[in-house]
């Protein structure tokens, strides 16, 4: 994603995906890390968002969305997913580049295409990374991986911020949309989970891009 092509939906879709908590205030220098913009530039665009409704500001501490910045990055997110769906789907283009070019569909096409487009392809539930296309209304909450305590289980439901090679280390410990991962233990800034019975071991920063839900043990 190129400078000229960042806008303000982008702004407040990666607000709302790299939050940690719905109060907690994301940190400006995330942003900054994500996009790899300037701290001047990552400031004035906030302001932008403040001016606009979509976010709240407190200086040293960080930005939160408003209701309507929340639903702002909702329809964000939901036109992303259908066409990350069509692209992989139906033009079998690679999983690895339908994220970037889903990006790009998700602001060249009216609401009104897109919409027309989910219907004709089934009305789809989740995007091939199995994020859910329609907002979930059980009130469960999305963790990074590495957040979740020894013993706990979970279930994953995406991969953010997508990379080649997160994408392959994903697949390499057999972690895909809906598999189930038992966290052991939290050492020497690695995390080691079970997978089918099988032991796995990667580091903290690339477990903070995998997403997942607990689950009961009788899930």
């Known amino acids: 994603m190129t ?5 303000v939906e982008d702004y407040v879709g990666a607000i709302y995906r790299l939050k940690s908590g719905e109060e907690e205030p994301l940190p400006l220098a995330v942003l900054q890390e994500y996009f790899g913009f300037s701290p001047i530039s990552i400031h004035e665009m906030v302001q932008k968002l403040v001016q606009r409704g979509l976010a709240d500001y407190q200086p040293y501490h960080g930005v939160t969305l408003t209701a309507s910045g929340n639903e702002t990055a909702l329809a964000l997110i939901r036109r992303h997913r259908i066409w990350e769906w069509f692209l992989a789907s139906e033009l079998l283009v690679d999983l690895e580049k339908v994220h970037t070019l889903a990006g790009e ?23 091939p990374h199995g994020s859910q296309i329609s907002a979930s209304e059980d009130g469960m909450v999305e963790k990074q991986l590495s957040k979740f305590l020894t013993g706990k289980r979970v279930i994953m439901t995406r991969l953010f911020p997508k990379t080649g090679e997160r994408i392959a280390l994903i697949k390499s410990c057999s972690i895909f949309p809906g598999q189930i991962i038992l966290i052991k233990n939290h050492a020497n800034l690695n995390l080691q989970f079970i997978v089918d019975g099988n032991p796995y071991q990667i580091p903290l920063a690339d477990a903070e891009c995998i997403w997942g839900l607990e689950v009961s043990d009788e899930s």
């Open 105 to 127: 569909l998700e602001h060249a096409a009216p609401d009104w295409v897109t919409e027309r487009l989910f219907v004709n392809l089934g009305k789809p539930e989740a995007c």
């Open 3 to 7: 400078k000229t092509t960042v806008s």
